[in-house]
């Protein structure tokens, strides 16, 4: 049995925080947001009174109503709900569980990938496996970012310092997307992997606290563990390597041809970094015309920024019958990549 994409969903909470209110409001650098490109972004919680008005289950099982709608399909016919993410709501319960309870699905088997940017590609992966094992036969799977907590406790606390700091609150996304995977005669769903290559490269970014090595006493708090962390000029290094090695994999692995696909969704660090990226990739003849990408206008919204430009490129009637499209994912945590090639059989 083979799977397909039958439906995508997207959902960005509130109003879109501009670079004149993180300049005005919260003293970001405005040479900062120019250099990094970025427009906009969502937060989940109130910019003028810190409250969180939104979870990321919320905006997960949100997500997923809209798959739904766009899938023709009734929320009972899913039997495997995966949720990713880079935080989940909570250590315990998984955020998989939160949203099957908001989406009123009475059973399903549910699982939650905690990972960054690469989540998406490995859920697919997996839902992938699971219909043609014959495990599964609709597969609902939400990525969700939810960050904007930490920032928020930061500057309350006059914790934000320095560039690392604000290029974190300036960045970073709050969102949600989704995709409702079926099984399907046609094959739609054309090969799918994730491998990492984290061995003997530091952590590129990284939050030490929250597990059981530093569950949040006064030592970890006076380290500054409980704030994100990255190492720019690490990212800097090894990212691009990371976006070659997906592609490459993904054209060993079905014989493709970069000329044959329609798309290419790229990972979406920042724009900065990602145009860097692109140009490297031009000078060596790559199409860059086929690279879709929106996190200069709406944030990195990590893992869910992929199915957002899925569902962009889908809705602006950019997508037809037959279209080659791939997907491509990278992140710095520990060095991990993947990619999905998918043929439109919507």
Same mark, same amino acid.
């Given at each position: 049995?083979?799977?397909?994409?039958?439906?995508?969903?997207?959902?960005?909470?509130?109003?879109?925080?501009?670079?004149?209110?993180?300049?005005?409001?919260?003293?970001?650098?405005?040479?900062?947001? &120019?250099?990094?490109?970025?427009?906009?972004?969502?937060?989940? $919680?109130?910019?003028? @009174? /810190? +409250? =969180?008005?939104? *979870?990321?289950?919320?905006?997960?099982?949100?997500?997923i109503e809209s798959?739904?709608?766009?899938?023709?399909? &009734?929320?009972?016919?899913?039997?495997?709900?995966?949720?990713? $993410?880079?935080?989940? @709501? /909570? +250590? =315990?319960?998984? *955020?998989?569980?939160?949203?099957?309870?908001?989406?009123?699905?009475?059973?399903?088997?549910?699982?939650?990938?905690?990972?960054?940017?690469?989540?998406?590609?490995?859920?697919?992966?997996?839902?992938?496996? /699971?219909?043609?094992?014959?495990?599964?036969?609709?597969?609902?799977?939400?990525?969700?970012?939810?960050?904007?907590?930490?920032?928020?406790?930061?500057?309350?606390?006059?914790?934000?310092?320095?560039?690392?700091?604000?290029?974190?609150?300036?960045?970073?996304?709050?969102?949600?997307?989704?995709?409702?995977?079926?099984?399907?005669?046609?094959?739609?769903?054309?090969?799918?992997?994730?491998?990492?290559?984290?061995?003997?490269?530091?952590?590129?970014?990284?939050?030490?606290?929250?597990?059981?090595?530093?569950?949040?006493?006064?030592?970890?708090?006076?380290?500054?563990?409980?704030?994100?962390?990255?190492?720019?000029?690490?990212?800097?290094?090894?990212?691009?390597?990371?976006?070659?090695?997906?592609?490459?994999?993904?054209?060993?692995?079905?014989?493709?041809?970069?000329?044959?696909?329609?798309?290419?969704?790229?990972?979406?660090?920042?724009?900065?970094?990602?145009?860097?990226?692109?140009?490297?990739?031009?000078?060596?003849?790559?199409?860059?015309?086929?690279?879709?990408?929106?996190?200069?206008?709406?944030?990195?919204?990590?893992?869910?920024?992929?199915?957002?430009?899925?569902?962009?490129?889908?809705?602006?009637?950019?997508?037809?019958?037959?279209?080659?499209?791939?997907?491509?994912?990278?992140?710095?945590?520990?060095?991990?990549?993947?990619?999905v090639l998918i043929?439109?059989?919507?």
């Open positions: 049995m083979n799977s397909k994409i039958s439906g995508i969903g997207s959902y960005f909470p509130g109003t879109a925080v501009s670079n004149e209110m993180l300049s005005e409001e919260f003293d970001i650098d405005p040479w900062l947001l &120019k250099e990094l490109g970025v427009e906009n972004r969502f937060w989940a $919680s109130d910019p003028k @009174d /810190y +409250t =969180l008005n939104e *979870t990321q289950s919320e905006m997960m099982a949100k997500a798959a739904i709608v766009d899938s023709k399909i &009734k929320k009972d016919e899913i039997d495997l709900l995966i949720t990713t $993410s880079t935080v989940p @709501d /909570y +250590t =315990l319960p998984t *955020t998989a569980t939160l949203v099957q309870e908001l989406l009123d699905i009475k059973k399903c088997n549910a699982l939650e990938i905690h990972c960054g940017c690469v989540g998406a590609l490995q859920a697919i992966d997996i839902a992938n496996c /699971y219909i043609k094992c014959g495990k599964a036969k609709t597969v609902a799977i939400a990525a969700g970012n939810l960050m904007s907590t930490y920032w928020l406790r930061d500057w309350k606390n006059n914790e934000i310092e320095g560039m690392a700091d604000q290029l974190n609150m300036a960045m970073f996304s709050d969102s949600a997307s989704a995709i409702i995977i079926q099984e399907s005669k046609e094959e739609g769903i054309l090969y799918s992997f994730s491998e990492s290559i984290g061995t003997g490269i530091e952590k590129g970014i990284f939050l030490d606290m929250g597990g059981a090595v530093y569950p949040g006493d006064k030592t970890a708090f006076a380290e500054n563990r409980h704030k994100w962390s990255q190492r720019p000029k690490l990212i800097k290094k090894h990212g691009s390597t990371l976006s070659k090695n997906a592609i490459e994999k993904l054209a060993e692995g079905t014989g493709i041809r970069i000329d044959e696909l329609k798309w290419i969704i790229f990972p979406q660090a920042n724009p900065s970094l990602l145009l860097n990226d692109i140009e490297g990739l031009k000078s060596n003849g790559f199409p860059v015309e086929k690279i879709r990408y929106n996190v200069d206008k709406v944030g990195n919204s990590a893992t869910a920024s992929l199915f957002h430009v899925l569902y962009e490129i889908d809705k602006n009637g950019e997508l037809t019958e037959g279209d080659k499209v791939a997907i491509i994912g990278g992140e710095a945590s520990k060095w991990m990549y993947g990619g043929e439109w059989k919507k």
